[in-house]
């Protein structure tokens, strides 16, 4: 590409010297008073609203995509840049389920217990 000539990247019009740097995003379950922006982002996206329990995804402090936990959808912010976010948002909501579906430490030993056979001394 000659110098001056420009590409596009995720919507953003770019010459050669462009460098796009990742935002930075935080990941964390959606409270009640994130309910305003998932309603404006879901607005914003043509989407309905998510069902709950919800991940959202901030970009820079600001809310700009969301997912849901029980269905998967996602919705996000068109006048963000939110590709990355909008990519890492399943996976981490499937690590959420993996876990969540993971039986506990103690429920893994409770188990082995009736599984191990036990010896009895005989007297003799």
Do not use: C, W
């Not at 990941?27 to 329990?53: G, V, W």
């Not at 998967?72 to 499937?94: E, K, N, S, Y």
């Amino acid at each position: 590409m000659g110098a001056g000539r420009k590409r596009s990247h995720h919507g953003v019009a770019m010459t050669e010297r462009t460098i796009v740097l990742p935002a930075n995003y935080v990941i964390r379950h959606a409270t009640p008073s994130d309910d305003h922006a998932l309603r404006d982002i879901a607005s914003l996206d043509s989407q309905r609203p998510l069902a709950e329990p919800v991940l959202i995804g901030e970009i820079d402090g600001r809310p700009a995509a969301a997912i849901s936990l029980v269905d998967g959808q996602v919705i996000a912010d068109p006048f963000i840049h939110t590709a990355t976010l909008t990519q890492v948002l399943p996976v981490r909501a499937r690590a959420i389920d993996a876990h969540r579906r993971s039986p506990s430490l103690v429920e893994r030993l409770r188990a082995s217990i009736g599984t191990v056979a036990v010896g009895r001394a005989v007297d003799g």
